[in-house]
């Protein structure tokens, strides 16, 4: 810590620490001032409690309303456990009655009595904190309140001099910040509270008026008094600083992810489905889960028009188990109407829910109802702050639009928080609907630019072929005549070859005939002509002999004659 | 400083204690004027019938639990009852009185 900076105490609430970077001034007096019920005394009293609990310093209250026994029991449903505080000698509850009425003055006095008394308690304790809670009921009680006015500053100064942290809350007065603008005296750091009913939803806020020396947001932030106390849920109070996941997950859908560069969406990322009623979102966020559940991962479905067991149900008929994850503790379910929490109770209650099941995927669908909590600037920061708390948690997130609600726009503002918008619509035409399905944006990724017809068959979604006739991408039943079309000129074009193939066999065979008749032919003569060429010789000899033998027959010479003849070789 | 005549026949009410307590701080300026201006208010108005109990704070804090003490001097009317609490130095004698439902004693 540098020397300029200036020392905090941590409150220990929720969110609170986070918006002040630190908690209230180390120290010092701060003013928590609202109206009645704004919850300024729990929020004094979580600051001593958590200061005792979680940082060792030991508080006292000093309530001038409540008596010690009622805010024993107030406190008590938040788990904080004050008699056992005291009991431990960390925590001192003293409670001032106030005499109602003015009382009678006569002279001089100041209020040294208080001084003392709560010197005394701090001491006992070696208290580091101190709530007055609330203060101003001594302008009740005391006529002369020039003089009142002047112990106020100094009770604030001396309890600066002790060098106590300490809280002090005031109630809200008219055009004022407090009734009695004790303000003036608690001039470190000032926190406003407020509760206000808008749209019939109620929401809490807490502002940050002040804060000597030390930067702080100036955005109201909406807190929430649940189960655990207060909290504070910051505005992006951390800036966009989320790790960026280069790691995708399936969208449960083979070709989508296909579409989507190859490999679907970014771990980490926000997906918006928009479509009209009836596109199938519903059962394209319900396979987003089952692909996590596939994979291990929790997922959290987070439902405002259909209850769990309709969207098993319905999931169940597209070959779709859902169930079977519910059983092994992979997803869960929150079905509820968002007009049950109001804005920031929903934006709360998701955050608790997360925090607890620590999912990797999570789908609210549709988010368009909650358009309806809320003007839409609240919507918009609702939905920046939940989508900047899952971002910064990893968790992808996979909201569902009726497109109809996207033209507002508090919708429209999700569209430019998230990362892939996809778009399912339905074209009119051919006397028939048919769903298409394309990538509007896809934040960092090669994304396909096409129209894709997307089918609901028996094992879920399924993006069909894409046929590109005259008149665009063809769908329904144009897209099953143009695949009967290719179908059937395919057969065509087998029938075709097989054809030729058949053509071709007969040809060779045809062939092979006409060869093996050449064949024989040629053979047959070969035969002769070698039978010819091997007799050729015998035939030379046998020319006389022939001829001896014809002169036998014609009787021409007498055997002595035709012997001798025999026997000239030549010149016969 | 007599507020005119009356019967002296003595009542019930002059004859009662008067139980007393004041709290003080120390030995600041307040506190010793406020002790003087009793303990002379008394001896004039209640002259042997009444008790001063005085708590200091500096000494015993603790004590401003009792009584709630917030403001330095405070003067309690322990009896007659019912109590009564009075704030200041009382140093005006006539409104201590009036603030005390103290019926000032025949002048004399």
């Given at each position: ?492 074009r087998e029938d075709d070859l097989e054809q030729r193939g058949v053509e071709l066999t007969r040809r060779r065979e045809s062939v092979e005939a006409q060869v093996a008749v050449l064949w024989r032919d040629f053979e047959t003569e070969s035969e002769l002509v070698e039978r010819l060429l091997s007799n050729g010789s015998v035939g030379v000899e046998d020319r006389a002999g022939q001829r001896a033998a014809q002169?036998?027959l ?19 | ?108």
């Amino acid at each position: 810590m540098s020397i300029l900076a200036l020392p905090k105490a941590p409150t220990g609430i929720s969110g609170f620490d986070d918006v002040t970077g630190g908690g209230v001034p180390r120290g010092r007096p701060t003013l928590v001032c609202g109206p009645a019920g704004c919850g300024k005394t729990l929020f004094a009293m979580e600051f001593l409690v958590r200061g005792i609990t979680e940082f060792d310093e030991p508080g006292v209250f000093v309530a001038f309303e409540e008596s010690a026994g009622d805010l024993v029991a107030n406190v008590a449903s938040l788990g904080f456990d004050l008699a056992q505080l005291e009991s431990d000698g960390k925590l001192v509850v003293d409670h001032v009655n106030v005499p109602t009425g003015a009382l009678d003055e006569v002279g001089e006095w100041d209020l040294e009595g208080l001084f003392l008394r709560l010197g005394a308690t701090i001491d006992a304790i070696g208290a580091k904190r101190v709530v007055i809670d609330t203060i101003e009921v001594l302008f009740g009680a005391f006529s002369n309140t020039a003089v009142l006015r002047s112990e106020l500053r100094r009770l604030f100064e001396w309890l600066k001099d002790r060098g106590v942290t300490a809280v002090i809350t005031g109630e809200r007065g008219d055009g004022a910040l407090t009734r009695h603008g004790i303000e003036e005296y608690v001039s470190d750091c000032v926190i406003v509270l407020d509760h206000r009913v808008t749209e019939q939803t109620s929401t809490r806020r807490l502002r940050i008026l002040k804060y000597r020396g030390s930067s702080h947001g100036t955005n109201e932030y909406p807190f929430l008094i649940g189960k655990s106390g207060i909290s504070v849920l910051p505005v992006t109070s951390v800036g966009l600083q989320h790790h960026a996941s280069t790691e995708r997950i399936s969208s449960g859908v083979a070709r989508l992810d296909a579409m989507l560069g190859e490999e679907g969406f970014f771990k980490g990322s926000a997906i918006l489905v928009s479509g009209t009623a009836g596109t199938g979102k519903s059962m394209l966020a319900a396979q987003f889960c089952d692909a996590a559940c596939r994979r291990g991962e929790r997922a959290m479905y987070f439902a405002f028009e259909e209850s769990e067991a309709e969207i098993v149900r319905n999931m169940a008929s597209v070959n779709i188990d859902l169930a079977q994850w519910v059983d092994a503790g992979l997803l869960r379910f929150h079905c509820f109407r968002p007009n049950l929490l109001g804005l920031e109770g929903h934006l709360f209650e998701t955050l608790r829910l997360v925090g607890e099941f620590d999912p990797a995927v999570i789908v609210k669908d549709p988010v368009s109802d909650l358009l309806r909590l809320g003007t839409e600037v609240d919507v918009s920061a609702m939905l920046t702050r939940l989508v900047d708390f899952l971002k910064s948690r990893g968790i992808t997130s996979l909201f569902s639009c009726l497109t109809s609600e996207v033209e507002r726009s508090g919708a429209q503002h999700i569209a430019s928080l998230v990362d892939t918008w996809l778009q399912v619509q339905t074209i009119v035409g051919n006397g028939e609907h048919n769903r298409v399905l394309y990538v509007l944006k896809a934040r960092g990724m090669a994304n396909s630019n096409q129209i894709r017809e997307f089918l609901i068959t028996g094992q879920g979604i399924e993006l069909a072929d894409v046929y590109v006739g005259d008149e665009g991408v063809l769908t329904g039943s144009a897209r099953q005549a143009q695949e009967a079309k290719e179908r059937a000129a395919g057969l065509a074009r087998e029938d075709d070859l097989e054809q030729r193939g058949v053509e071709l066999t007969r040809r060779r065979e045809s062939v092979e005939a006409q060869v093996a008749v050449l064949w024989r032919d040629f053979e047959t003569e070969s035969e002769l002509v070698e039978r010819l060429l091997s007799n050729g010789s015998v035939g030379v000899e046998d020319r006389a002999g022939q001829r001896a033998a014809q002169g036998r027959l014609r009787r021409a010479d007498p055997d002595d004659v035709l012997a001798i003849r025999r026997n000239l070789p030549v010149g016969t | 400083m007599s507020i005119g005549t009356r019967a002296s026949t003595p009542t019930a009410e002059d004859t009662e204690i008067w139980s007393l307590r004041l709290y003080v701080a120390g030995q600041s300026p307040r506190s010793l004027n406020a002790l003087a201006n009793l303990t002379q208010l008394c001896e004039q108005h209640l002259a042997g019938r009444h008790d001063i109990e005085t708590i200091d704070l500096v000494d015993d804090p603790s004590r401003a639990r009792d009584d709630d003490i917030l403001a330095i001097p405070t003067l309690i009317r322990r009896l007659p009852l019912p109590e009564r609490k009075i704030i200041g130095d009382l140093s005006d004698i006539p409104r201590t009185l009036a603030a005390l439902r103290l019926r000032p004693a025949v002048a004399g």
